[in-house]
Antibody, heavy 119, light 106 residues
Framework: QLQLQASGPGLMKPSETLSLTCTVS??????????WGWIRQSPGKGLEWIGS???????YYSPSLKSRVAVSVDTSKSQFSLKLSSVTAADTAVYYC???????????WGQGTLVSVSS | EIVLTQSPATLSLSPGERATLSCRAS??????LAWYQQKPGQAPRLLIY???NRATGIPARFSGSGSGTDFTLTIGSLEPEDFAVYYC????????FGQGTKLEIK
């Protein structure tokens, strides 16, 4: 069974760079079947796709966040990562990592990690 | 960006009743629409993909229909565990989600 586990700092200050890592187990992160994505959920904006990565390193970003986002993959560690620069209070959310087969729907999700941005 | 509008915002029903949830897209998404269920403290769970296909392990009481801009999720006979928040999501133009419908016990 595919499992994902997100980890990262829970509290940040404005203007910092958010860094999160998702560890994949139960399937090879290099499987040609899966893409790996980040989604966040906040009370104000609901569920929002941030970006996705393929094991080859190909990346896909939300147009609204593209200027601040970088998603990468480390196949040797079975991990993929999210970096979001210049965070503000509006970036406060639960961040989920998820898989999506063939860049389609999000079929397996991690448990989510809360990131709060406050001075 | 494709905007998905879900209605109603809250639906109050009793176990055993039939639930009908709607999702309308701001432009056609063909059949590239999914439905998710989310319970408190949990991640969303994929229920329906490509408008009408049940995901693995999803009970037959969940069904989806629609194409273009108008979609429906139907829960045939509500079980106690079905009371949750439901989201639609499109993949026609990147990915966007609706704002959710809360299904609560009447």
């Amino acid at each position: 069974q595919l499992q994902l586990q997100a980890s990262g700092p829970g509290l940040m200050k404005p203007s910092e760079t958010l860094s999160l890592t998702c560890t994949v187990s139960g399937v090879s992160i290099s499987s040609s079947s899966y893409y790996w994505g980040w989604i966040r959920q906040s009370p104000g904006k609901g569920l929002e796709w941030i970006g996705s990565v393929y094991y080859s390193g190909s990346t896909y970003y939300s147009p609204s966040l593209k200027s601040r986002v970088a998603v990468s993959v480390d196949t040797s560690k079975s991990q993929f990562s999210l970096k979001l620069s210049s965070v503000t209070a509006a970036d406060t959310a639960v961040y989920y990592c998820a898989s999506h087969s063939g860049l389609q729907y999000f079929d397996f999700w991690g448990q989510g990690t809360l990131v709060s941005v406050s001075s | 960006e494709i905007v998905l509008t879900q209605s109603p915002a809250t639906l109050s029903l009793s176990p055993g009743e039939r639930a009908t949830l709607s999702c309308r897209a701001s432009q056609s998404v063909s059949n590239y629409l999914a439905w998710y269920q989310q319970k408190p403290g949990q991640a969303p769970r994929l229920l329906i993909y490509d408008a009408s296909n049940r995901a693995t392990g999803i009970p037959a009481r969940f069904s989806g229909s629609g194409s273009g801009t108008d979609f429906t999720l139907t829960i045939g006979s509500l079980e106690p565990e079905d009371f949750a928040v439901y989201y639609c999501q499109q993949r026609s133009n990147w990915y966007t989600f609706g704002q959710g419908t809360k299904l609560e016990i009447k």
